[in-house]
Nanobody, 116 residues
Framework: VRLVESGGGLVQPGGSLRLSCVAS????????MAWYRQAPGKQRELVAS???????NYADSVKGRFTISRDNANNTMWLQMDSLKPEDTAVYYC???????????WGQGTQVTVSS
């Protein structure tokens, strides 16, 4: 299984970015796709997740600003990030979680920097 993220970059406070993650390989039909982030000197944290059936989960710090979505047929996930703040600066990682016998996988990460 391979995960490839894209869409990171430098944006001013209040701006928007849209991250994408494409998964390929042997993917179980039921899974959870999620975005995590890790800022310098901090632990990796969950940003948002979404199951194949639709339920979503967001970190309190991004509720109302970030929106997760996915296309199950194409194993693609997006994170629309609006009203970005400097504290959103981090490397953002895509994660695919499947039943234990199928495993969990991480992407390589994409840098998001929010700065004026």
């Amino acid at each position: 299984v391979r995960l490839v993220e894209s869409g990171g970059g430098l944006v001013q406070p209040g701006g928007s970015l849209r991250l994408s993650c494409v998964a390929s390989g042997s993917i179980f039909s039921y899974n959870v796709m999620a975005w995590y982030r890790q800022a310098p000197g901090k632990q990796r944290e969950l940003v948002a997740s979404m199951t194949t059936s639709g339920p979503t989960n967001y970190a309190d710090s991004v509720k109302g600003r970030f929106t997760i979505s996915r296309d199950n047929a194409n194993n693609t996930m997006w994170l629309q990030m609006d009203s970005l703040k400097p504290e959103d600066t981090a490397v953002y990682y895509c994660k695919l979680e499947m039943p234990i016998t199928y495993g969990s996988y991480w992407g390589q990460g994409t840098q998001v920097t929010v700065s004026s």
